[in-house]
């Protein structure tokens, strides 16, 4: 399977970042779960007809009893992008989460164009931190989050929603899933 961005190169890309050794960095590490798990979700939509990703597994859509496809790759980047741009990167509060949730295509660009945005400006962010970042905090709706578990929590979260992805597909498909890569199949280089 291949991964819509190139992963980050285990030593000297990243300003002394990495512990060397062909080992990444604890920020690289990150990033490289991130950009792998948006890979899978943006693989798993790449060939999709509008029917497929607007299509709801239950006929009950008005409590999100379950989500379409679309609905899912629309919340993932829109979470993507709170956490990672707005929450930890200091970023403009621009996200419509509301929005995410009633999502309808007529095709699959503007999904993919959400999900290369996202992977873009999360890059763009992880550029600008550094490890000491790591043990800082942020202020997100009043609460206090340690900065790890913001990004632990983008991992977990986007891990969890191609989870419901993989499952809402193999059901449009009849049974019948998309091939996901094995573990050691998505090892970084080095």
């Known amino acids: 399977m291949e991964i819509e961005e190139h992963l980050p190169s285990p030593v000297g890309h990243d300003g002394g970042r990495s512990g060397g050794g062909g080992v990444l960095s604890e920020l690289d590490n990150y990033l ?10 943006r693989s ?6 509008a029917e ?5 597994p239950t006929e009950k859509v008005e409590d999100h009893a379950t989500n379409s496809l679309a609905v899912l790759a629309a919340h993932v980047a829109g979470a993507e992008h709170f956490w990672i741009a707005e929450v ?19 095709d699959t660009s503007e999904l993919l164009g959400r999900l290369d945005a996202t992977g873009t400006e999360t890059r763009q962010v ?8 790591l043990d800082g905090t942020r202020e997100v709706e009043e609460r206090t989050v340690a900065v790890r578990w913001g990004l632990l929590h983008v991992i977990d979260h986007t891990a969890l929603h191609l989870g419901h992805m993989q499952i809402t597909y ?7 899933s998309k091939p996901s890569p ?9």
């Open 182 to 190: 094995r573990w050691f199949e998505r090892l970084p280089a080095g």
């Open 170 to 176: 193999q059901l449009w498909k009849g049974g019948i």
């Open 52 to 56: 497929a990703l607007n299509w709801h």
């Open 44 to 49: 798993l939509i790449a060939d999709l007809p």
């Open 88 to 106: 930890i990167g200091r970023r403009p509060r621009t996200r419509d989460r509301a929005a995410e949730f009633v999502i309808q295509v007529t």
């Open 32 to 41: 490289q779960r991130i950009q792998d798990l948006r890979g899978q979700v």
């Open 126 to 133: 992880f550029s600008a931190l550094s490890n000491a970042d």
